[in-house]
Each structure stands twice: as structure tokens, then as C-alpha cells.
């Protein structure tokens, strides 16, 4: 689907063949025969009538050169210029024009989402080729925003979130480069699922419901996942027994707030080691919530309301001693906070992950796949990993 990603060019061409058919007459005796050659003749009246002549032409025809937002200006001036509602077919035209004009407002914008996509695009597709040389799979997966959500659902234009849009030509330059995809927006579309905590983060509900798309394709690798573990239906609500939370954060945000766990994960025991800078390294052991969930001492506008153990640390280890079949399988996933319940839930049905929050991770991420020589390599990366004050960070993937 390349539609967004040659908007540019479609829509000049459609600017130009509109001016063709339906002002080409004008063009060729305002600037041609009047402007050019001096000529003078009565019936130029009738052919220029209303001609919009109060709209600014840039003092210097150079600017137009060089760039795409350049050639956006110049269509724009010329519909307007050679426009009119008295023309022929007025209000047929006037609808053209107007669509077109409308797009050609987001060129400049969809064409900046486009170059800012490239230099993220070019390390995830070396980073891919470095793990294609050592024989490890590879999947990019992003966590969406409620944006992103929308934009597929078709209820939002994506010219209209650029940050969305970066994302979205990032998945088609990885597509194009044949790495494997998964858009979770698309996927929390179809299934109806939007809501977002207080912080912006999405609920524990539409992590554990993207657990059973990933396992899905990491069946394809070798893995052999169970995916209804990770039905609602086989899951029990951690707030069942904690009515007073419930209501707090009800009277705080405004929504019924559940932490699904997985039936499945009852009877097995997990261990968390994770880093802390000041700390040093922590060690949790024991059942799903007492390993992977907290009770923060107030009401917190943090993510997931503070419930999460796993946070922003530079690396997390999550053991799983009764796995099963995937007992032996390792899975190394470079993150940011939207995967912390990713990790938590996939663990239930695998031996080892390790988790690594690139913003915060120090060492060289190659060298410690050097050292753990995992079995497959996620990047789960939320949308907004296309804002300014991260990107750099985020795609430094050596």
C-alpha cells in the first residue's frame, strides 16, 4: 500500500492535468500572449474574466526550484490565480479545486514525514542485515498510539498526525526492504480496542490481546506458543479483590481499570532480575503477581498507575522454570514502555526474555546478542518513537 508514500507526485500530476483541461486557455493567454508577447486582442476580456489577480506571486520565480515544498507553492499560486467562479461548470470546478488545494497542504508536511523517516528506516535495516548474518530472526512491531488507532479505523486522516505518519513510512520502507511487519494499530483497530490509561499508555487488555498476535508469528520461527493462553477468556482480573483501587482510580481518571493474568500462568514460577543504576541488580521470585506487579503506595499518574514492576530500567531478565515446549527458546525484545506487559504476558509461555529499554542501555546492544545468542530479536516501539527528542536514541542500534 504506497499511496501516502507517492502522495507528492500524485497530486502534482493531479494539479497539473486539472490546469490542462480546465484552465489551459488562461495560462496560455495571460502568460504567453499577454505577458510575453504583448498581444492585445478584445477577447481576452472574456477568456480572463475574474481572473485573480490579488493573489501574491513570490517576488522571485527561484524559490519554486530545488524542492518538492517549492513546486507545492507554485500549483497552489497558479489554482488560485486562474480560478474563478465565473467559469464554466463553476461549482464543479470549484469542488476540484478545493480537493486539490487540500492536499496539496499536506504534500509539504506528508513529504517531511517521509525524509524523516529515512535515517530510522536505514539503521533498523542494517541492524536486520547484522542479524540475518548471525542466522537470528528478526520482527519490527509498533505499539500504537490512539492516533494510529483511528488513522485505521478511518476515523482520522494520517496527514493529520504526522507523528503516525513517520511511523507508518518507517513499517513501509522495512516492508519494502523485507523485513517482517507487525502494526498493531491495525490490529487494535479491527478488534475495537482504544482505551488508554491516564498516562497515555494503552490498557493491560490490548497488550495482552497483541500477545496473541505476536506468539502467532513467532510460531513461525520455531516457537511453539500456546495463543489461547492469552484469550481474554482464559484470564483472571488482578483487581477482582481490590475494590478500593478499582474505585480510586475510577474517581481519579474515570474508567474501570483490570489487569488480566493469564490462567495458565497460575501454579508456574517466574524470576525477574532487573538493573538499576543506583541499585545495582534486583531479584524478584515467585508467581506471576507477585514477580511482575506491584502496589504503589498512593494513586499514580504513571504508566499502567504504577502496577508495573518492570520499568525504565536499562535491562530486565523474566524466567519462566515450567515453559513447556518453548522451555529452551530465548527472546531478546529492545522496547520502551509499551512492552512491559508484552514481556510479562509472553514469558508465561516461554523460558527466557530479556528485555532492554534502548534509551537508557548503555553497553553495546550487538555485543550482548554476541553474549546471549537469543533465538529471535523483537523492536517493540511505540509510535512516538518518531518524535524529535527520542528518535536519535531509540534507532542507535549498534
Not at 113 to 142: C, D, H, Q, T, W
Not at 168 to 175: M, P, T, Y
Not at 299 to 322: A, I, Q
Request: with cysteine; aromatic share 16%.
Amino acid at each position: 500500500m504506497k499511496k501516502y508514500r507517492y502522495i507528492d507526485i500524485v497530486f502534482i500530476i493531479a494539479a497539473g492535468v486539472f490546469l490542462c483541461f480546465f484552465v489551459s486557455l488562461r495560462v496560455v493567454v495571460k502568460e504567453i500572449l499577454i505577458d510575453r508577447m504583448g498581444v492585445q486582442l478584445s477577447w481576452f476580456n472574456y477568456v480572463l474574466y475574474d481572473l485573480n489577480t490579488t493573489v501574491e506571486m513570490p517576488e522571485e520565480e527561484t524559490s519554486f526550484e530545488g524542492d518538492m515544498e517549492g513546486y507545492v507553492k507554485k500549483y497552489k499560486y497558479k489554482l488560485n490565480a486562474y480560478t474563478t467562479s465565473a467559469m464554466a461548470y463553476n461549482q464543479n470546478i470549484n469542488e476540484i479545486v478545493t480537493h486539490i488545494k487540500n492536499r496539496l497542504v499536506d504534500i509539504p508536511v506528508t513529504y517531511s514525514s517521509m525524509r524523516y523517516a529515512a535515517a530510522p528506516s536505514e539503521n533498523v535495516i542494517a541492524f536486520s542485515a547484522y542479524l540475518e548474518e548471525k542466522g537470528i530472526p528478526f520482527l519490527y512491531i509498533v505499539t500504537p498510539t490512539i492516533e494510529s488507532i483511528m488513522c485505521r479505523a478511518g476515523d482520522m486522516r494520517l496527514e493529520d498526525d504526522y507523528i503516525g505518519e513517520r511511523h507508518w513510512f518507517l513499517l513501509q520502507n522495512l516492508n519494502e526492504a523485507g523485513i517482517t511487519t507487525v502494526d498493531l494499530a491495525q490490529e487494535l483497530a479491527e478488534a475495537g480496542l482504544r482505551s488508554y490509561d491516564e498516562s497515555a499508555h494503552w490498557f493491560p487488555g490490548s497488550a495482552l490481546y497483541s500477545v496473541e498476535i505476536i506468539s502467532e508469528y513467532l510460531n513461525r520461527y520455531g516457537f511453539e506458543f500456546d495463543s489461547s493462553l492469552f484469550y481474554k477468556e482464559n484470564t483472571w482480573d488482578y483487581f477482582q479483590d481490590k475494590e478500593e483501587w478499582t474505585e480510586i482510580i475510577y474517581d481519579k481518571c474515570g474508567y474501570q481499570y483490570s489487569l488480566p493474568i493469564p490462567n495458565g500462568a497460575k501454579g508456574m514460577n517466574f524470576r525477574l532480575e532487573y538493573e538499576d543504576v543506583e541499585k545495582g541488580w534486583t531479584v524478584r521470585e515467585g508467581n506471576f503477581e507477585d514477580v511482575f506487579l506491584q502496589q504503589p503506595d498512593e494513586f499514580s499518574t504513571r504508566e499502567y498507575h504504577g502496577f508495573s514492576v518492570l520499568s525504565n530500567y536499562r535491562l530486565h531478565r523474566l524466567y519462566n522454570e515450567n515453559a513447556g515446549h518453548n522451555a529452551e527458546k530465548r527472546i531478546l525484545i529492545i522496547g520502551d514502555s509499551f512492552n512491559y506487559f508484552i514481556a510479562d504476558y509472553l514469558v508465561v509461555d516461554v523460558g527466557s526474555i530479556d528485555v532492554i529499554h534502548n534509551a537508557t542501555y548503555v553497553p553495546s546492544i550487538r555485543e550482548h546478542i554476541e553474549g546471549t545468542n537469543p533465538d529471535i530479536v523483537l523492536i517493540v516501539y511505540h509510535t512516538g518513537e518518531m518524535y524529535e527528542s527520542v528518535t536519535e536514541e531509540a534507532y542507535n542500534l549498534d
